[in-house]
């Protein structure tokens, strides 16, 4: 059995508010909500406001859990995700090379920033085809997200990988 799961309060310390006796603190989401009833994203029942918490899970060939992963961070999250399962599942990277590999974000239009490891060939091809890169601050890696992955070897044993950007987790028992 394989369980993906992101905890995320979302600004702060999340609604302030903790569950007694568990030390649980509950989110603050809502705050995603606009109060004005003609928004799409208007205040009302049965509704969920946008957020990026997005645990991944991968299926093999034959419908059993290949990979259960997940990269936090906002909008770095999808592309997060994208990066570590193709290095992983297209490119053969064992699940800690894919997450400890420098990261990349598309910002708007063209605009990409890279992390200060990004391989200096790459940046200048991309930016020979009309990108505008930004390497980011090495004391800005966490903008990159923060990866942990638990992925099943073809032998039936599993391992896991986790972040060195942030703080994280990644367990098998």
């Known amino acids: 059995m394989m369980v993906s799961f992101i905890q995320s309060n979302y600004m702060g310390f999340g609604s302030g508010i903790v569950v007694p006796d568990t030390g649980i603190s509950l989110q603050n989401r809502g705050c995603g909500f606009v109060l004005d009833p003609k928004h799409p994203n208007a ?57 400890d590999a420098p990261r990349w974000r598309v910002v708007q ?30 004391l800005q890696e966490y903008n990159f997200g923060g990866a942990q992955v638990i992925y099943r070897m073809p032998e039936g044993h599993y391992v896991a990988a986790t972040e060195s950007r942030k703080d994280g987790q990644a367990l098998v028992s």
Do not use: C, W, Y
């Open 43 to 99: 205040l009302a029942g049965s509704k969920r406001p946008f957020h990026t918490i997005i645990p991944g899970f991968a299926m093999d060939g034959n419908g059993q859990p290949l990979m259960s992963f997940g990269v936090m961070g906002g909008p770095m999250q999808a592309q997060g995700h994208m990066q570590m399962a193709l290095r992983i599942m297209l490119h053969g990277q064992n699940p800690q090379a894919a997450i």
């Open 109 to 138: 239009g063209r605009e990409v920033i890279v992390e200060a490891t990004f391989d200096r060939n790459t940046i200048a091809a991309l930016r020979e085809r009309g990108h505008h890169i930004v390497v980011e601050d090495p």
